[in-house]
């Protein structure tokens, strides 16, 4: 549950104090890691705060599931093992068998492999739509639709939604908007205060910001949403552990100054590459010309710190681009301090090739770290050749 009494401190306030309370036995500033599975109990039912067995709940989620309500402005906030965790607990949560969903033609490869291959052999349907186009997604809506999934900025083409128009959509038709918000991180993007009904994280990324962890995570406004997932949660048991929980919220106390750097960095390196003879494209929401720069202007704080380019030579150079970098790091997954480069059509996202969501073979996407920017700048120029 939200700690309202943070609900007017601003959000670099909040991403260090909420959920952060002083241990009461020592007065520990940093929420202790409780490595612990179950709690003595005073006499049968008599629980300490409510804490029974780790799965159910333990102190230390608790203070980031607090914190992550709070960065989010929910009502309820939920930690999980991995971003694909909280997505299956999200989707058995929300459909049954014979329902719908309208999935975007641009989204993060493991999410597909989810809907795909695994929520599909449950009797589970879906299409896919141009989620920045509101006549696409109406166009995608069957009567049993229950789920309109977005991501924005997405993965790996940085394509924007209009959050607050594809909000009135799914109420309209009786459906629940999720929203991938792992690639602005609440800091630069607040969902559900545009209309969204779930917000779902990768801790992995952004919110981790230090490649050390792995983690997802659930948040709703809504209070009834809320309980419900939390049964889910429960009764599936895919949870963070106490000690990954801590980690997520000492990078998460750091998560304002870092997203700043990586905006800033990303900025003037979407500068040179435009001016490079190598690339033919570049995909930043912080560009002019790009599809949907209006609409992120106006929902996000700035525009983040990745960036996808096309290279001229095709998937070849492509790879080789990738293999020539010195300081970003060949790797997959994003969000952390030091920059990362990678091929998306042959390691993210693998798994949709073939279909509507395949991604062109020449595309490059880097995760811009906090590292100096003229280093940054030096080593992907060098890189193109």
Same mark, same amino acid.
């Given at each position: *549950?939200?700690?309202?009494?943070?609900?007017?401190?601003?959000?670099?306030?909040?991403?260090?104090?909420?959920?952060?309370?002083?241990?009461?036995?020592?007065?520990?500033?940093?929420?202790?890691?409780?490595?612990?599975?179950?709690? %003595?109990?005073?006499?049968?039912?008599?629980?300490?705060?409510?804490?029974?067995?780790?799965? $159910?709940?333990?102190?230390?989620?608790?203070?980031?599931?607090?914190?992550?309500?709070? @960065? +989010?402005?929910?009502?309820?906030?939920?930690?999980?093992?991995?971003?694909?965790?909280?997505?299956?607990?999200?989707?058995?949560?929300?459909?049954?068998?014979?329902?719908?969903?309208?999935?975007?033609?641009?989204?993060?490869?493991?999410?597909?492999?989810?809907?795909?291959?695994?929520?599909?052999?449950?009797?589970?349907?879906?299409?896919?739509?141009?989620?920045?186009?509101?006549?696409?997604?109406?166009?995608?809506?069957?009567?049993?639709?229950?789920?309109?999934?977005?991501?924005?900025?997405?993965?790996?083409?940085?394509?924007?939604?209009?959050?607050?128009?594809?909000?009135?959509?799914?109420?309209?038709?009786?459906?629940?908007? &999720?929203?991938?918000?792992?690639?602005?991180?609440?800091?630069?993007?607040?969902?559900?205060?545009?209309?969204?009904?779930?917000?779902?994280?990768?801790?992995?990324?952004?919110?981790?910001?230090?490649?050390? &962890?792995?983690?997802?995570?659930?948040?709703?406004?809504? +209070?009834?949403?809320?309980?419900?997932?939390?049964?889910?949660?429960?009764?599936?048991?895919?949870?963070?552990?106490?000690?990954?929980?801590?980690?997520?919220?000492?990078?998460?106390?750091?998560?304002?100054?870092? *997203?700043?750097?990586?905006?800033?960095?990303?900025?003037?390196?979407? /500068?040179?590459?435009?001016?490079?003879? %190598?690339?033919? %494209?570049? @995909?930043?929401?912080?560009?002019?010309?790009?599809?949907?720069? /209006?609409?992120?202007?106006?929902?996000?704080?700035?525009?983040?710190?990745?960036?996808?380019?096309?290279?001229?030579?095709?998937?070849?150079?492509?790879?080789?681009?990738?293999?020539?970098?010195?300081?970003?790091?060949?790797?997959?997954? @994003?969000?952390?301090?030091? $920059?990362?480069?990678?091929?998306?059509?042959?390691?993210?996202?693998?798994?949709?090739?073939?279909?509507?969501?395949?991604?062109?073979?020449?595309?490059?996407?880097?995760?811009?770290?906090? +590292?100096?920017?003229?280093?940054?700048?030096?080593?992907?120029?060098?890189?193109?050749?």
């Amino acid at each position: *549950m939200s700690d309202d009494s943070h609900e007017h401190q601003s959000f670099e306030t909040r991403a260090i104090h909420a959920g952060n309370t002083a241990d009461p036995l020592t007065g520990a500033v940093v929420p202790p890691i409780y490595q612990v599975s179950t709690y %003595k109990q005073d006499g049968v039912g008599g629980l300490r705060g409510g804490y029974e067995y780790s799965r $159910s709940a333990n102190p230390t989620r608790t203070a980031l599931e607090e914190n992550l309500a709070a @960065l +989010e402005g929910g009502r309820r906030g939920l930690a999980f093992a991995s971003g694909l965790a909280a997505e299956d607990c999200l989707l058995r949560t929300l459909l049954s068998p014979g329902d719908h969903v309208v999935i975007p033609n641009d989204a993060y490869g493991g999410t597909f492999r989810l809907f795909a291959k695994v929520v599909s052999r449950w009797g589970v349907e879906w299409s896919v739509a141009d989620t920045s186009d509101a006549d696409s997604v109406r166009a995608a809506l069957t009567p049993k639709t229950k789920v309109i999934w977005v991501e924005t900025p997405s993965n790996p083409l940085l394509g924007i939604t209009d959050i607050a128009v594809v909000a009135d959509i799914a109420r309209t038709a009786g459906a629940k908007l &999720v929203v991938d918000n792992t690639f602005a991180s609440p800091y630069l993007q607040q969902p559900l205060a545009l209309g969204a009904d779930v917000v779902v994280h990768s801790l992995t990324k952004y919110m981790g910001g230090h490649s050390d &962890v792995v983690g997802g995570a659930l948040v709703t406004a809504d +209070e009834a949403l809320g309980e419900e997932l939390a049964y889910h949660q429960n009764a599936m048991g895919a949870v963070a552990g106490p000690f990954d929980s801590w980690v997520v919220l000492r990078g998460i106390k750091t998560l304002a100054v870092r *997203m700043d750097r990586h905006a800033e960095n990303a900025a003037k390196i979407v /500068e040179v590459l435009k001016r490079h003879p %190598k690339v033919t %494209k570049v @995909l930043y929401p912080g560009l002019p010309e790009h599809p949907g720069h /209006e609409i992120a202007a106006k929902q996000m704080r700035n525009f983040g710190g990745m960036v996808s380019f096309q290279v001229a030579g095709g998937e070849e150079e492509a790879v080789a681009v990738c293999a020539r970098t010195k300081i970003f790091t060949l790797a997959e997954s @994003l969000g952390g301090v030091e $920059s990362l480069i990678e091929h998306p059509g042959r390691m993210t996202h693998a798994s949709v090739a073939g279909s509507a969501l395949e991604v062109p073979a020449d595309l490059i996407r880097v995760s811009v770290g906090i +590292e100096n920017a003229d280093d940054l700048i030096a080593d992907l120029t060098q890189a193109l050749g």
